[in-house]
Structures are given as structure tokens and as C-alpha cells.
Nanobody
């Protein structure tokens, strides 16, 4: 089992920045590719970004490329998502995800472990 706990969500104005964190415990963190998803009210959960086990490869949804940065520090068992130039339509619950296999895009069904999410609200 892998336990994932997100933090860092909150209220931010459009154009602002937030940094999300995900603390992992349980099985060896570096054995898992990690990712972020988000789910807005009334919408399906969607892929945001992913990072390989070593951190050497990253991938992003087209909608966030150039504005979001995913990173990880394996010795700290922590995953990050730096979000810049946020938009109101990006208001959502953001979820940390773990999978044994890295891919350039993930479907929710490919995720082995989920955190409980952290709410990001972007005001206009």
C-alpha cells in the first residue's frame, strides 16, 4: 500500500500561483511513477501531469504546458506541482496519484493509488 496526502491547496486570484505537495508513505516512493489529476465540479477527473520514477521524464496535459511544473524529491518521499498563471476554470480538487508504470498521459483507471485531494479555487 502507498498512502498519499496532498497539501497546498487554497484560494488564489486568477494569474496567481500555488505549489501543491504530496507526501507519500508505505512502499518505496521511488518505485512509482507519480502524477497529478484534477476534478472540477460536475466534470470527470482529468490528467494534469506525470513524472517518472527517477524524475528524469515528465509529461503534461496540453492545457497546462508552460505554466505547471511537476517535480519530486525521492529522498523526501514528496511530489510537487508548481502552478503558475492559474485560471478560474482550473478550480478543482487536485489529486496525487501513483502508478508502477510511467506514461506520457494517464487514464484514471491506470492509477494504483490516490490521495484524497486538495481543493484549489481560482477567483476571477
Amino acid at each position: 500500500q502507498v498512502q498519499l496526502v496532498e497539501s497546498g491547496g487554497g484560494l488564489v486570484q486568477a494569474g496567481g500561483s500555488l505549489r501543491l505537495s504530496c507526501a507519500a508513505s508505505g512502499r518505496t516512493f521511488s518505485n512509482y511513477a507519480m502524477g497529478w489529476f484534477r476534478q472540477a465540479p460536475g466534470k470527470e477527473r482529468e490528467f494534469v501531469a506525470a513524472i517518472s520514477r527517477s524524475g528524469g521524464s515528465t509529461s503534461y496535459a496540453d492545457s497546462v504546458k508552460g505554466r505547471f511544473t511537476i517535480s519530486r524529491v525521492n529522498v523526501r518521499n514528496t511530489l510537487y506541482l508548481q502552478m503558475n498563471r492559474l485560471k478560474p476554470e482550473e478550480t478543482a480538487v487536485y489529486y496525487c496519484a501513483a502508478s508502477p508504470v510511467y506514461g506520457t498521459t494517464w487514464l484514471p483507471g491506470e492509477v494504483d493509488y490516490w490521495g484524497k485531494g486538495t481543493l484549489v479555487t481560482v477567483s476571477s
